[in-house]
């Protein structure tokens, strides 16, 4: 017989923070303050699996119920850069899968997406069988591919430095000290406005719309003291931010955003090294720098920039469905060149009506 599962409520179960305490491969993505601000915002259902009956939970696989109008299901989780089964035992992975698999025929989910950081937890063609019939589940297959950064805080911070690009990361920040730019961090209201405005600027510039306002608030919020807003401005005219959240002795980089028009400054590499220095104080040992899409070559280069060391990070899904590249045809053109021109107001009602669909 499979290990048998149990479904538990990660924001009203006591043990799950407990869980998140002791696993080493728990992140800010995994706590309250994150899946809590996905409820509150977007009305996604958080739950967890967990082959523990009783007494402190030695598992846990996260996911949210995302239902909308046009499609529901189940992923871990949503707008996560990454997700990793709490899980070390391969026949519990097996156990959970198993569960999600027949959850997803019974109820009909189009689909379930699992976002694992790392290939080594058990997702293996050989592991043990999910039920007592012997019969394993469809195994999840990829799809979906991106670069994962990180970066290592450990060292002293003179090789932080010196392991930055020498003429586009350590120029920059050197650019940016002499332009007398100033940096303040913190997660009041005036800051996490300050950061929405650049946002817009940036997804406007981008052709796209913003995430919801109310979805970093939320954050602001859910997260407390582990959600940061790192503020570049010149005199006194907020120029970039970046947003940052943080986990035992890691910092995760989740959202930046800039002002086009004062690029040459130099204020995102001057962000990044503040951010840095300010987390290394607070005893932080990485910097998590998220993933980037392999069609944003830019985006990767500039965490290659910062030293940070690249790995690959694959999402997996029932039913398979191969990712294609996203291809610039006529309708992905018309946004581009209409967006820029929105109102600020309907620009962020098209975010809020677009997101909660895309999680």
Same mark, same amino acid.
């Given at each position: 017989?499979?290990? %048998?599962?149990?479904?538990?409520?990660?924001?009203?179960?006591p043990?799950?923070?407990?869980?998140l305490?002791?696993?080493?491969? %728990?992140?800010?993505?995994?706590?309250?303050?994150?899946?809590?601000?996905?409820?509150?915002?977007?009305?996604?259902?958080?739950?967890?699996l967990?082959?523990?009956?009783?007494?402190a939970?030695?598992n846990?696989?996260a996911?949210?119920?995302?239902?909308?109008?046009?499609?529901?299901?189940?992923?871990?989780?949503?707008?996560?850069?990454?997700?990793?089964?709490?899980?070390?035992?391969?026949?519990d992975?097996? %156990?959970?899968?198993?569960?999600l698999?027949?959850?997803?025929?019974?109820?009909?989910?189009?689909?379930?997406?699992?976002?694992?950081?790392?290939?080594?937890?058990g997702?293996?063609?050989?592991?043990?069988?999910?039920?007592?019939?012997?019969?394993?589940?469809?195994?999840?297959?990829?799809?979906?591919?991106y670069?994962?950064?990180?970066?290592?805080?450990?060292?002293?911070?003179?090789?932080?430095?010196?392991?930055?690009?020498?003429?586009?990361t350590q120029? %920059?920040v050197?650019?940016?000290?002499?332009?007398?730019?100033?940096?303040?961090a913190?997660?009041?209201?005036p800051?996490?406005?300050?950061?929405?405005?650049?946002?817009?600027?940036?997804?406007?510039?981008?052709?796209l719309?913003?995430?919801?306002?109310?979805?970093f608030?939320?954050?602001a919020?859910?997260?407390?003291d582990?959600?940061?807003?790192?503020?570049?401005?010149?005199d006194?005219?907020?120029?970039?931010?970046?947003?940052?959240?943080?986990?035992?002795?890691?910092?995760?980089?989740?959202?930046?955003?800039?002002?086009?028009a004062?690029?040459?400054?130099?204020?995102?590499p001057?962000?990044?090294?503040?951010?840095?220095?300010?987390?290394?104080?607070?005893?932080?040992?990485?910097?998590?720098?998220?993933?980037?899409?392999l069609?944003?070559?830019?985006?990767?280069?500039?965490?290659?920039?910062?030293?940070?060391?690249?790995?690959?990070?694959?999402?997996?899904a029932?039913?398979?469905?191969?990712?294609?590249?996203?291809?610039?045809?006529?309708?992905?053109r018309?946004?581009?060149s209409?967006?820029?021109?929105l109102?600020?107001?309907?620009?962020?009602?098209?975010?809020?009506?677009?997101?909660?669909?895309?999680?």
């Open positions: 017989m499979g290990a %048998a599962v149990h479904v538990v409520d990660p924001l009203a179960d043990r799950w923070d407990g869980l305490a002791r696993h080493p491969r %728990a992140s800010v993505f995994h706590t309250r303050g994150w899946l809590d601000a996905l409820k509150r915002t977007y009305g996604y259902e958080p739950f967890a967990t082959t523990t009956s009783e007494g939970l030695e846990g696989l996911l949210c119920r995302v239902k909308t109008p046009f499609a529901r299901r189940l992923v871990s989780l949503p707008f996560s850069d990454h997700c990793d089964p709490l899980v070390d035992r391969p026949e992975v097996s %156990a959970m899968l198993g569960f698999k027949a959850q997803q025929e019974r109820e009909r989910w189009r689909s379930v997406e699992l976002r694992p950081r790392q290939a080594a937890w997702l293996a063609a050989e592991a043990p069988a999910a039920g007592g019939d012997g019969a394993r589940p469809s195994w999840p297959a990829e799809s979906a591919r670069v994962h950064h990180a970066l290592d805080l450990a060292r002293p911070a003179e090789q932080v430095f010196a392991g930055f690009h020498p003429s586009h120029r %920059a050197r650019r940016a000290e002499r332009e007398g730019l100033t940096y303040e913190g997660n009041s209201e800051l996490v406005s300050a950061f929405y405005g650049l946002l817009r600027l940036t997804r406007r510039r981008h052709g719309p913003p995430q919801p306002r109310a979805w608030r939320n954050l919020t859910s997260l407390g582990q959600l940061a807003v790192h503020l570049a401005s010149k006194g005219q907020p120029i970039a931010a970046i947003l940052t959240l943080g986990f035992k002795r890691t910092i995760v980089y989740k959202y930046g955003a800039s002002d086009a004062f690029h040459r400054l130099g204020a995102m001057f962000l990044f090294w503040r951010a840095i220095q300010d987390a290394r104080s607070k005893g932080i040992i990485e910097m998590d720098l998220g993933r980037s899409d069609g944003q070559p830019g985006l990767a280069a500039f965490k290659d920039h910062l030293g940070a060391e690249r790995a690959a990070l694959a999402y997996c029932w039913p398979v469905r191969r990712a294609r590249p996203p291809q610039p045809g006529a309708l992905s018309l946004a581009r209409v967006v820029p021109l109102p600020d107001a309907v620009l962020d009602w098209s975010g809020r009506m677009l997101y909660r669909h895309l999680g």
